[in-house]
């Protein structure tokens, strides 16, 4: 059973005057069949935490640790984490024009699957994943991301979830930009990757709506590169009606002005 333990994390990111601390101390663990949800205003480090774990090099590991069913994250590269276990869903999913859909989605999948998944039930695969997603089976055939809206963007995030069936899942501010019907559906998409019950959700969010639909097991609260408080899902509803001022001392609107 997967488990993601993260301990006293410390962060920094190369500013133009010098390195700047992003994260200060964040410790958190995600075990098989949790689903953690953080949450917190802009600029507190939600999104360091994802890029940091999956190995972004803008970002320095200053001290503490990042290990997976005990091996150390920290030295290994990028596509050797995705081969352990980890992936994350991009709060802003690149573009890679020339590389179509089907083609990335194989690589993948061979990569971490160690073989090449059989053509005929590969294709078979993709065809029910993309029908579960309500996704234009002619996507297949486009570069990577080039051309999609956001909210498709977000649905072809989620199929890579479901194709490579990761150990543990970060989810990136996968809401954000999703009217409601799509919504439903990637939350519906999550869902099926969690059923199994062996698998980690860490999912980063500001708003509480897509918790209707993925029920949370913990709440942390993200303030200041850290953890400030942690709860069950009556800490959402917290949030959601009194906002992140308590923790900040300042409301959100303030901060972003």
Known sequence: MATLEIKDLHVSVVSEDAPKEILKGVDLTIKAGET??????????????????????????????????????LEMS???????????????PVEVPGVSMSNF??????????????????????????????????????????????????????LQLGLLQPKVAILDETDSGLDVDALRVVSE?????????????MLITHYTRILKYIE??????FANGRIVESGGRELADQLESEGYVKY????????IS
Do not use: C
């Not at 205003?41 to 005990?70: E, F, M, Q, R, W």
């Not at 995705?82 to 802003?92: I, K, P």
């Not at 949370?216 to 609260?221: N, R």
């Open 216 to 221: 949370p097991d913990f709440v942390h609260v």
């Open 248 to 255: 900040t001392g300042k409301s959100e609107a303030a901060a």
């Open 36 to 73: 953690h949800a953080i949450m917190g205003p802009n600029g507190s480090g939600k999104s360091t935490l994802s890029y940091a774990i999956a190995g972004h090099p803008k970002y320095t590991i200053t001290s503490g640790t990042v290990t997976l069913d005990g091996e150390d994250v």
């Open 78 to 92: 990028v596509d050797e984490r995705a081969r352990a276990g980890l992936f994350l869903a991009m709060q802003y």
């Open 105 to 158: 989605l194989r690589t993948a999948a061979t990569a971490v699957r160690g073989e090449a998944p059989n053509l005929r039930h590969w294709v078979k695969e993709v065809k029910g994943a993309m029908a579960d997603l309500d996704i234009d089976p002619a996507f297949a055939e486009r570069s990577v991301n080039e051309g999609f809206s956001g909210g498709e963007k977000k649905r072809h995030e989620i």
């Open 189 to 201: 998409g999550v869902n099926r990757y969690k059923a199994s019950g062996e698998v980690g959700v």
